[in-house]
């Protein structure tokens, strides 16, 4: 898994997904924004992180029993555990919140161990448990029955899709209020340079518009002008 550095962790921490996806957009990557996932707390913190995947396929009833879960190998609680710290597990529950992809106990576990956030593209249980950790967590909606019920856990950190976008494992993840993203691995450093800089600009924007400045020649900044002040709002504001 490509590590990444300190430096672009703080970058992408501090920009939306919403930067991050129009950078996305101008490379051609049009569907790295993981559909139908929500934070489970409104004030958990920005996640950002390599994917560690976990991969789960229809539920065959005779080998998706209760007892499966007294081996160690499961691939369900071996992802709980081979999880790196400062990692997202991303999970492929093939859209289908009607069965739990993991519950309080497991999140609660990624937490201590230092991983940096989880995501599903199914539900988890226990869920306003999982709210109050101010853990990062993201999942389509509640869901009370056990994953046996309908997810048999197959694989982990192998190529997944999660929400309709291709998660493949070390890809950077990247969730806010917005949603999750999917940031490529080669091009994370890139984006991370590039948002940031993006962000400063769109912070000036935002104050200029406050203000009551109109939009033209303002953004896209096709006037003149708007760089001069740019550069010296940067320079006033320490950006």
């Given at each position: 898994?490509?590590?990444?550095?300190?430096?672009?962790?703080?970058?992408?921490?501090?920009?939306?997904?919403?930067?991050?996806?129009?950078?996305?957009?101008?490379?051609?990557?049009?569907?790295?924004?993981?559909?139908?996932?929500?934070p489970l707390g409104p004030d958990q913190p920005t996640m950002v992180g390599e994917a560690f995947t976990l991969r789960y396929m229809p539920a065959r009833e005779?080998?998706?029993?209760?007892?499966?879960?007294?081996?160690?190998?499961?691939?369900?609680?071996?992802?709980?555990?081979?999880?790196?710290?400062?990692?997202?597990?991303?999970?492929?529950?093939?859209?289908?919140?009607?069965?739990?992809?993991?519950?309080?106990?497991?999140?609660?576990?990624?937490?201590?161990?230092?991983?940096?956030?989880?995501?599903?593209?199914?539900?988890?249980?226990?869920?306003?448990?999982?709210?109050?950790?101010?853990?990062?967590?993201?999942?389509?909606?509640?869901?009370?029955?056990?994953?046996?019920?309908?997810?048999?856990?197959?694989?982990?950190?192998?190529?997944?899709?999660?929400?309709?976008?291709?998660?493949?494992?070390?890809?950077?993840?990247?969730?806010?209020?917005?949603?999750?993203?999917?940031?490529?691995?080669?091009?994370?450093?890139?984006?991370?340079?590039?948002?940031?800089?993006?962000?400063?600009?769109?912070?000036?924007?935002?104050?200029?518009?406050?203000?009551?400045?109109?939009?033209?020649?303002?953004?896209?900044?096709?006037?003149?002008?708007?760089?001069?002040?740019?550069?010296?709002?940067?320079?006033?504001?320490?950006?």
């Amino acid at each position: 898994m490509t590590k990444l550095s300190e430096a672009t962790r703080n970058k992408l921490k501090s920009v939306s997904t919403a930067t991050v996806a129009t950078a996305l957009f101008k490379r051609g990557l049009r569907i790295q924004m993981i559909q139908d996932v929500h934070p489970l707390g409104p004030d958990q913190p920005t996640m950002v992180g390599e994917a560690f995947t976990l991969r789960y396929m229809p539920a065959r009833e005779d080998l998706n029993t209760i007892d499966v879960f007294r081996d160690c190998s499961h691939p369900q609680r071996k992802a709980v555990e081979d999880c790196p710290p400062g990692a997202v597990l991303v999970m492929d529950s093939r859209k289908d919140a009607r069965a739990a992809s993991a519950g309080a106990i497991l999140i609660t576990r990624l937490m201590k161990r230092g991983v940096a956030g989880v995501v599903t593209d199914g539900g988890f249980r226990d869920s306003a448990e999982i709210a109050r950790l101010g853990f990062p967590a993201f999942h389509h909606r509640p869901s009370a029955p056990t994953n046996l019920t309908l997810h048999q856990a197959i694989e982990i950190n192998v190529p997944i899709g999660c929400g309709d976008a291709p998660v493949f494992p070390g890809d950077v993840i990247l969730g806010d209020s917005d949603g999750v993203i999917v940031i490529p691995a080669h091009l994370a450093d890139e984006i991370a340079n590039e948002t940031f800089e993006m962000t400063a600009f769109e912070d000036f924007v935002t104050e200029e518009v406050g203000k009551g400045r109109g939009i033209f020649g303002l953004y896209p900044a096709t006037d003149p002008q708007t760089l001069t002040d740019f550069a010296a709002w940067r320079k006033a504001n320490g950006r």
